[in-house]
């Protein structure tokens, strides 16, 4: 017999409805927070916080396919995101949440209770400046911030993947709830075409059915590992 899981607006984190739509239960499961914090956040900050990596570490997006429950973003890496966030342009706090917001379609939306106490710590480390408009502040990326910000790079670089991919997911999750079709394979903004998809299980199970192979045949894969992602990202290997 199945039993039907309940959840209750408390667990969902959601207060205005006695039965949370499936999205806002797909976020709940799967780490995000729209204007949320508490216990899955960014180290003090709240909301989207983790371990080390996030997504199986940062050497993929776990496994199957599936994103894995918990927090995905450190404390620091929300910090990265908003140095990035500012390279671009000088921004308002309230702009960097509809940002990061866009960047995930809409999957995560930090409140501005996790966005103002890392932004105020980027400004005591030098990395950000602030100038009063009124009763608001716009912040812009300091030549510190910068300097910090070309040595982190490569993180940048994955933690936007990270966010694109969530905003796959969810554009997925979206249409499926909607009843509309996926997204048209043609389509380079959204979506993966079926034969990256099966080209990335089909490693995935290659890779687990080695899970017990001997020290040398883990060498042997590696540096075919190594060769493959070098030639992916159009360097060579040495």
């Given at each position: ?66 994103m894995p429950r918990g927090r995905q973003f450190s404390a620091d890496d929300l910090q990265l995101l908003l140095l990035a966030l500012l ?53 812009a990326l300091a030549d510190a911030g910068r300097a910090h910000l070309d040595a982190q790079r490569e993180r940048v670089e994955m933690l ?79």
């Amino acid at each position: 017999m199945h039993h039907a899981q309940r959840f209750s607006r408390r667990e969902c984190g959601m207060h205005d409805s006695v039965h949370p739509s499936p999205l806002e239960m797909f976020r709940h499961m799967f780490g995000g927070h729209r204007r949320g914090g508490g216990r899955h956040g960014f180290g003090p900050f709240g909301g989207f916080g983790g371990g080390p990596g996030g997504f199986g570490g940062f050497g993929g997006f776990g496994g199957d396919d599936a994103m894995p429950r918990g927090r995905q973003f450190s404390a620091d890496d929300l910090q990265l995101l908003l140095l990035a966030l500012l390279a671009e342009q000088p921004s308002h706090g309230y702009e960097l949440i509809k940002a990061l917001d866009t960047r995930s379609s809409g999957f995560y939306a930090p409140s501005p209770g996790m966005v103002y106490p890392a932004l105020t710590y980027l400004e005591e480390l030098g990395y950000v400046t602030v100038q009063a408009e009124g009763n608001r502040k716009r912040y812009a990326l300091a030549d510190a911030g910068r300097a910090h910000l070309d040595a982190q790079r490569e993180r940048v670089e994955m933690l936007f993947a990270k966010l694109a991919h969530l905003g796959r997911k969810m554009d997925f999750m979206r249409r499926a709830f909607a009843g509309e079709a996926p997204a048209a394979p043609d389509d380079d903004t959204r979506g993966w075409l079926p034969e990256f998809v099966e080209a990335r299980m089909a490693l995935k199970q290659a890779l687990f059915r080695k899970s017990g192979a001997s020290a040398d045949e883990q060498r042997r894969i590696a540096a075919i590992l190594r060769r493959a992602v070098a030639d992916i990202e159009g360097r060579t290997e040495g």
